[in-house]
C-alpha cells in the first residue's frame, strides 16, 4: 500500500488499528461470551444498571403526577437516563475507536477531494509552465499550496492529494478487514465488504451499536446468572439482579424503538426525496433532448441519475429490510419485557430467580437472531462511491 506524503497522512493511524466489532449475526449459535472477552466496562455497566433498577423500585413508592414534589415520571426519567448510561457503557471501547477511527479516514478522503476541485479550478486560470523552482523547492505540500503559481505547480498538488486518497482507502480496507475479524471474535459474523456496506450506511453506527451492545447483553446477563446462583438464599440480592435482567430488556427496546423511528422519520423520507429530485431530472433532460439540447451531456446526465436511483434503491431496500427485522424482534422484546417486569414484581424465591435469569440469557439469543443485520455488498465502486455521497447527504441535512 502507498505512503502518503508529508504531513497530510495520519502518522498514527496505524496505531489506531487494535480490533473493533459491529453489526451482530447469530448470537444463539456463538459459545458463551465473558466479560473480558467483550472488554465493555463491567463496573460502570453494573453500576448504573442498579441505579436504574433503584428508581424502577421507586416508581411504586410515587404518586403518578406532582406538581411540585417528585413523582414516578420524574423516576422513570432518571431510570431512563441510567439504562442510556449503561448502553454506553456495554459498547466495546476498542470497536467504538475503530468506527471513528473509520470516520476520521474517511473525512480525510472527503478533505483530499475537496482540496484537488479547488486546485484544478485555480489550475485553469494558472500559466501553462513546468513547476517552478520555489514550488520545487518547497520541503512540505502544505507549504506548497501557498507558492503554487503554474499549473505545473498544482499538477504536482494534485497528484499528492491523489496519492493520500489511494493512501485513506487502503486504510479503510484494512479497518474493514479489523472490524470483522474482531467481530467475529465476540460472535458477530460479517464479511469485510459487508462491514463496508454498514459503515458507508447513514444507519450503520446504529446497527452496529446495537449489535454490539446485544452481545454485551448477553455476557451481562450470564453474569448475574452466576451471581443469583452463588448467593444462595438471599432473596434481596436475586431480586436485585433479576431486576437488572428487566432493565436490559427494557434498554433492549429503547434501542429497536429508536432505530425503527429513526428509519421511519427520517432515512426513508430523505432517500425518497433524493429519488423524486432525480427522477425529477431525468425527465427535464430528455425533455430538453426533445428541444434540441446537448444530447451527449444530457444523455450523461441521464445515466448518472439512473445509478443515483440504483442505489437509492439498495439503501432503501437495506434499511427496509433491517427495520422490519428489528420491528419483528421488538414486537417479542415488548412481550418479554412485560412479562420479566410482571415477574420482578412477584417472584419469591431466589431459586426461582437464577432459573428466571437463565431463560432470559435464552431469550436474549432469540431476540439478537431476529434482526441479525441484512447482509449485502456494492456491485462496484461507482455504486459504492455514490452510496457514500447519499449517506453524506443526509448527514449534511441534519
Not at 451481562?220 to 451471581?227: D, S, T
Not at 442505489?311 to 427496509?320: A, E, G
Request: proline share 3%.
Amino acid at each position: 500500500m502507498p505512503k502518503a506524503p508529508d504531513d497530510f497522512f495520519i502518522p498514527s493511524l496505524r496505531t489506531w488499528l487494535v480490533g473493533l466489532g459491529l453489526t451482530m449475526t447469530t448470537l444463539a449459535a456463538s459459545p458463551a461470551l465473558a466479560a473480558q472477552d467483550m472488554d465493555y466496562d463491567q463496573p460502570e455497566a453494573f453500576a448504573t444498571l442498579k441505579k436504574a433498577v433503584s428508581y424502577f423500585d421507586e416508581m411504586d413508592t410515587l404518586p403518578e403526577e406532582a406538581w411540585i414534589s417528585r413523582d414516578q415520571a420524574s423516576a422513570r426519567n432518571d431510570m431512563d437516563e441510567m439504562i442510556e448510561e449503561a448502553m454506553q457503557a456495554l459498547d466495546v471501547p476498542e470497536l467504538s475507536t475503530l468506527r471513528s477511527t473509520y470516520r476520521q479516514v474517511e473525512d480525510k478522503i472527503r478533505e483530499s477531494r475537496s482540496e484537488i476541485s479547488e486546485l484544478k479550478e485555480k489550475r485553469i486560470l494558472a500559466p501553462d509552465t513546468d513547476v517552478s523552482t520555489l514550488t520545487r523547492l518547497t520541503p512540505t505540500d502544505t507549504l506548497r499550496e501557498f507558492t503554487a503559481s503554474t499549473r505545473g505547480d498544482y499538477d504536482l498538488l494534485i497528484a499528492a492529494h491523489e496519492k493520500n486518497i489511494a493512501a485513506y482507502q487502503g486504510e479503510l480496507t484494512t479497518l474493514e478487514g479489523k472490524l470483522a475479524a474482531r467481530l467475529e471474535e465476540i460472535g458477530i459474523t460479517l464479511t469485510p465488504d459487508q462491514v463496508q456496506v454498514w459503515l458507508s450506511s447513514v444507519v450503520g453506527d446504529d446497527v452496529l451499536t446495537m449489535s454490539v451492545v446485544f452481545a454485551s447483553i448477553k455476557s451481562v446477563a450470564q453474569q448475574l446468572a452466576e451471581l443469583t446462583r452463588d448467593s444462595g438464599e438471599n432473596l434481596d440480592y436475586a431480586r436485585r439482579y433479576y431486576g437488572m435482567v428487566v432493565m436490559l430488556h427494557r434498554m433492549i427496546v429503547t434501542m429497536q424503538q429508536g432505530f425503527i423511528t429513526r428509519v421511519n422519520d427520517e432515512v426513508l423520507p430523505q432517500l425518497q426525496g433524493f429519488a423524486d429530485e432525480a427522477e425529477a431530472t431525468t425527465r427535464e433532460a430528455r425533455m430538453l433532448i426533445k428541444q434540441g439540447g446537448s444530447r451527449e451531456s444530457l444523455e450523461n446526465n441521464i445515466r448518472a441519475n439512473a445509478l443515483t436511483l440504483k442505489t437509492i434503491n439498495l439503501y432503501r431496500s437495506l434499511v427496509t429490510e433491517q427495520r422490519d427485522r428489528v420491528t419483528t424482534s421488538l414486537t417479542k422484546s415488548q412481550r418479554e419485557l412485560a412479562v420479566a417486569t410482571n415477574t420482578y414484581r412477584t417472584v419469591k424465591l431466589s431459586a426461582h430467580v437464577a432459573d428466571l435469569i437463565r431463560q432470559g440469557v435464552k431469550t436474549f439469543d432469540t431476540l439478537a437472531g431476529l434482526q441479525v443485520p441484512v447482509t449485502t455488498s456494492f456491485e462496484n465502486s461507482a455504486m459504492r462511491e455514490e452510496f457514500r455521497k447519499l449517506t453524506e447527504r443526509m448527514q449534511q441535512a441534519k
